[in-house]
């Protein structure tokens, strides 16, 4: 699908929106922006407000508008055009590409997830390996640190967890794999949230996942296509595996809590592809 090249119109500005207290911030924040975007006062062709100026009139982080900005450009309603930031589409322009899946329980819901990255992942890992230059080398290795640095501070690390598997993304020299994960993250977020918040349980757990990572690592640093791929696949099948040791206790806890919000993306998913 060809992009327009047509140069988008100033930045659409709003005053302070007001939001419901339904459903998670954002929730919030992509339903007043798509009901602005099918309103008409933001136009087709017009770029959308930054990131910061976003996250100043909700009063809420910047994660939460990307969330928001990404549910968006599922639908085939803004994208992100290099050096004119992200843009509103015409209406109509093509059919946008939906997960439609009615999980049956939470350890369902996670697995598809995590089947889903298996494939993907796999392969961006052995290209990476492949085409990664020395810059991305590094960009994936403070990566690493970072996630590092979140379990010393007790933070749970899904986001930097998240950007690890992305900077592996964009060594791949192919532009469509960051921005198929970035789509599925608003899946993923929650199903990482889920297996890290299981894997911090145990301490064999936590030594597994980071062995798991720094081999991936290795193998993109060694530029050992079979090897990385094969590391990906066993991080991946590995995370499936631990949540299917998790004991119904987690379930009925933390882990009930942490996979409510991908419980409830698939729905909304199921529910958007209905309507069309």
Do not use: C
Not at 5 to 19: E, G, M, W, Y
Not at 137 to 164: H, M, N, P, S
């Amino acid at each position: 699908m060809a992009t327009s090249t047509t140069t988008p119109r100033s930045s659409a500005t709003f005053d302070a929106p007001v939001i419901t207290n339904v459903g998670t911030l954002a929730d919030r924040v992509t339903a007043v922006l798509l009901e602005k975007i099918k309103g008409g006062e933001f136009p087709a062709g017009t770029r959308l407000p930054t990131e910061q100026v976003i996250s100043e009139r909700f009063g809420v982080s910047r994660t939460v508008v990307r969330e928001a900005i990404s549910r968006l450009k599922s639908d085939g309603l803004v994208e992100v055009r290099q050096g004119s930031g992200t843009v509103v589409r015409e209406p109509n322009r093509t059919t946008a590409f939906r997960l439609d899946i009615d999980p049956k329980n939470s350890v369902d819901a996670v697995l598809r997830v995590t089947e889903l990255r298996r494939g993907i992942e796999a392969e961006a890992a052995a290209l990476a390996a492949q085409r990664r230059t020395r810059a991305q080398l590094a960009e994936i290795r403070r990566a690493l640190a970072a996630i590092d640095t979140a379990a010393k501070q007790k933070r749970d690390g899904v986001d930097e967890d998240l950007a690890f598997h992305m900077a592996i993304s964009r060594a791949t020299g192919n532009p469509l794999y960051p921005s198929l994960l970035e789509f599925i993250s608003q899946f993923t977020h929650a199903a990482i949230r889920v297996t890290r918040t299981n894997e911090a349980r145990r301490d064999d757990f936590s030594t597994q996942v980071r062995n798991e990572h720094r081999a991936l690592f290795d193998a993109i640093a060694a530029q050992d296509t079979d090897a990385a791929r094969q590391a990906a696949i066993t991080h991946i099948d590995n995370a499936g595996a631990r949540i299917q040791e998790a004991d119904p206790a987690f379930w009925e806890d933390v882990g009930s809590a942490a996979v409510r919000p991908l419980i409830n993306e698939e729905k909304k998913a199921a529910k958007r592809g209905s309507r069309n």
